[in-house]
């Protein structure tokens, strides 16, 4: 395993025979070197183990508890794919199962997209309105959980069934007044992080909100967290029960159609 500092991220290889068979980044040591173990089990590739006291089971059980959810997100379906196992395969191995011994996936959650659909139809609302509101409940209550002097966006992306939630931040040659430190980003920090940027630009990160995306959220903690001053791993939004979603985007419909 090798730590790439311009990634900030740890990355997994193994080779066998002079050719790399697996190559995975990761925000950790130890989910690199997991990872890695789980990939030469699965496929019997010959080379050094990380943790030569445990079988493919045992890994993959390690694994559920790095993730500190057991299977309650949809981050492991792209890991286990990642490392060759179906979902089904790694349910099995880690002995975790849903009710009906269906696997965990979007449909689990609290779907907003759902929601939604059924306010649109019950309500007679138009799809504008109800998604301008949907987006003014989530970025409420991110400035709520995170700050309320933090400027936030919400977009609602169509295609995943969620509202996304970005932090706009300016470039400045030094921040003069602590008031917009939440804001601003002096050029030397940005440059030091690898952002090919100059004064006056605005740069727009996303907020991982959702314990959902725990996975992404440790990445980009990594990465941005001290620019951004908001590390979201572990300090997620409450999640949303689909009466809270209702209650929310009913009450945000005056304000959100007072804003288009």
Sequence with gaps: MTFDASQDAWTARIEVDGRIVYEEDYAFDVDAALGREVALLKNGWGAERNFPELDLAGVCR????????????????????????????????????????????????????????????????????????????????????????????????????????????????????????LHQIPIDEARKHGLEVDVGEEIVFQVFYREEDRATARAQDLSWGRLLNLRTDGNFIEPLTPDGLREGILKHLGDAQGKR
């Design 62 to 181: 390690r694994v559920a508890e790095r993730l500190g959810i057991l299977l309650r997100t949809d981050s492991w379906h792209q890991w286990a794919a990642s490392v060759g196992l179906s979902s089904d395969e790694f349910l099995r191995l880690v002995g975790a199962k849903r009710a009906g011994g269906a696997v965990p996936s979007a449909g689990t959650q609290v779907s907003q997209a759902q929601v939604l659909e059924q306010l649109i139809q019950e309500k007679g609302i138009s799809r504008g309105a109800a998604i301008a509101a949907l987006e003014e409940f989530i970025c409420t209550t991110a400035r709520k959980h995170y700050g309320e002097e933090r400027r936030l966006e919400a977009r609602y992306e169509p295609e995943k069934g969620v509202v996304e939630l970005f932090q706009p931040m300016v470039i400045v040659r030094q921040i003069a007044d602590e008031a917009e430190a």
